[in-house]
Structures are given as C-alpha cells and as structure tokens.
C-alpha cells in the first residue's frame, strides 16, 4: 500500500487547521461563531463520510477476516520457528567462540609453562656453572696463599 498520498493529504489537512486557528485568533466573536459553525458543519460531513469507508471497510473485512486470521496465525508461527532457530544458532556461536577462547587461553597457558621449565632448567644450569667457578676460584685462592 502506498502511504504517501494519505499522509500528503494529512500534511495538508493539518496545514489547513493552522491557518484556520491563526486565523480565528484576529477575529471578532461574530465571525468566530461562523467560523466554528463551518468547522462543525464540515467535521460532520466528513464524519459521515468516514463512517461509509469504515462500514464498507467492515464489509470488505468481514469475508476475508477467517483467511487473514489463518495467515496471521500461520505467520506468527513461522516468525516463532525463524526466532527460536536464530536463538539455537546464536547459542552455538556463543558456545564455540566461549570454546576458541578457552582453547587459546589453555594453548597460551602451555606455551608459558613450557617456557617457564625452559627458564627454569637455564636458571639451574646457571646456578650449577657460577657455583662450579665459585668454587675453582676458590681452590686458585686457596693455592696461592
């Protein structure tokens, strides 16, 4: 359905009651009191007029009411179908990006024991060697005097 042309004509009717109040704001009480008898007289006859769309539109609304009621429902059900199925496969991202993470984290946590018996292993060896000259040092010191 094409809103613009009912929205264009709502844009206008507002316009219309604008100029309408700003001028009815200059006039004398007398012209006041023809003014709003117009305004009445009009909003009357288009009151009629809506109540013949709408009474026609219930007739229009009436033999597809059952149809459109089964679409809608069956619609309904659908979209709850799609929503429950995005929710499932939301979940299952959530899941194996929570499991990448925890993979990295544990990989990372590997890497950094593994360098730590690395470092350690050389800081054991370092100790070993410095205590081996301290003690070579020692005996050179021990010779000479």
Sequence with gaps: MDFQKPLDELEDRVSKVKT???TAAAETNEQLNEHVAKVQANTERELDE????A?????RTRTGWEQMRADAKARA??????????????????????A?????????????????????????????YLRG??????????AGA
């Design 20 to 22: 309408s109040v700003r």
């Design 50 to 53: 809506a109540k013949q769309h």
């Design 55 to 59: 009474g026609a539109a219930a007739d």
């Design 77 to 98: 059900a659908e979209l709850k179908t799609k929503a429950r199925v995005r929710r499932e496969r939301h979940d299952a991202d959530v899941a194996a990006s929570d």
């Design 100 to 128: 990448d993470v925890a993979e990295a984290e544990a990989s990372a946590a590997i890497d950094y024991a593994a360098w730590t018996v690395a470092a350690a292993e050389l800081a054991i060896l370092d100790a070993l």
């Design 133 to 142: 000259r301290a003690r070579e040092k020692a005996a050179v010191v021990e």
